[in-house]
């Protein structure tokens, strides 16, 4: 259907050729130029089974993220203000079926409270997630939320950069979504299988593939910059699925110039009352989930690719060096969920699905600097207007690391400084001590100005 040719797909996955390992080597030794992939290519790597030729992608796409991202490691978390919804997706527990979920929506006053936490947490950056209503989760309600939240200020520490997360909107309510000054807007197309996406969505306006389809159409040409993509592995084939995501990449390319700013790979989780994700159609395996992450590292270089906490802290930290550049930490699914405690029994009767990794953001923040990572609460591109194909130019320039490792450094030292436990910081500041000493000429003194005046107490610098 439109971009996404289902039958040049299905031929792709059904071609001999691209089970051939000296194809899929000479695929990977292209990708090591970090230009990207064709859909062939990706497909090609998708189908690789031999352990030696699996290695040698994931060292490659581990040479390609370091190249780009360098060790950085952005964090948010989300914030869902309603549970509310119309929709009846069968993998969901915000489904409308569910009679069983308590529900629950946010007063604005409710919504600044989750936030205040998460910014007492050290969070600097909020996914904003809601159920689909027409009455509940209006674009009104959204951007009054959305100034509630940009209005809190703790000692200079605040939320700099909403993303959001809800049902596709038309254009005019994109454009209203768009001059609240939200960083990215996120949404994703669960599966590019039309039979699939059909069978799984049974009722209300989600049911209309199309709609859905082209909602990133309709938020860029309401000058929204950055788009948010994703596909809820589980589904269907993941192969089918990967190739899905990648047409959409390609396709929003073309037509606009600048692909998606991130890819999202929700695997399904145990959801209350949802069928389908209790007996997930199409399990994936970590091993073929880690595959998916490589392949699209590779084949979309500068596309950032988020990771959220369904995933276990153990396996989070492998995916981490094929090609994750944004994880979410502290979750919680529920709305209001960050103000009960952890071990509430409410909670699972609110949330959407369950959680893989139930760590606070300090101990997400203190895991990531002992693997090597270099947690960032950077915000700087959008606010200095890096958005877009800006953006793009920069990253594909050399130029990014210059910006971003300052930064990154520069907002890891505030957060140090101002909410780390005494656990983390033992640990972080010898991090952070290699990291400086790895720096040379300009980035060196750059970063080394920048993190002297976060010292002196100066707040959300940034270049
Ligand atoms: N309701 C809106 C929608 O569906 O687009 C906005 C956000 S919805 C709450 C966020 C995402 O959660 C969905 O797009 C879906 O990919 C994901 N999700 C739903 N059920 C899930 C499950 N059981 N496991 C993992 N992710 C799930
Ligand atoms: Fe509603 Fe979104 Fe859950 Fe579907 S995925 S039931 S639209 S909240």
Redesign the pocket.
Known sequence: MYFIDEKYIETLLQDDKLHDEQFQLDAISKASEAKGLTLEESAALLNIDSPEVLNELFITAKKVKEIIYGNRLVLFAPL?FTNH?V?N?L????RKDNHDLKRKTLSLDEIEEEARILVHQGQKRILL????HPKISTVDFIGKAIERIYKIDFNGNNIRRLNV???PLNLEDFKKLKSYGIGTYQ??Q?TYHYETYKKMHIEGP?TDFEWRLFAMDRAIQSGIDDVGI?S?FGLTDYKFETLGLLSHAFYLETKFGTGPHTISV??????LN?PA?MNPPYLVNDISFKKIIAVIRLAVPYTGIILST?ESAELRSDLFSVGVSQISAGSRTAPGSYKETRDSSDEHTHE??QLGDHRSLDEVVRDCTALGYMPSFCTACYRSNRTGDRFMELAKSANIGKICVPNAMATFKEYLNDFASSETKDIAYEFFEKEINRLEGNIRNKAGQMIERVDNGERDVYL
């Open positions: 869902y919804c929709n997706c993998y969901c527990a915000f997630v809601a159920g689909e997360n809800v049902a949404c994703f669960e989600k994703g809820l929700p695997r399904l989780e145990p959801a949802a994700a369904r959407q699905f």
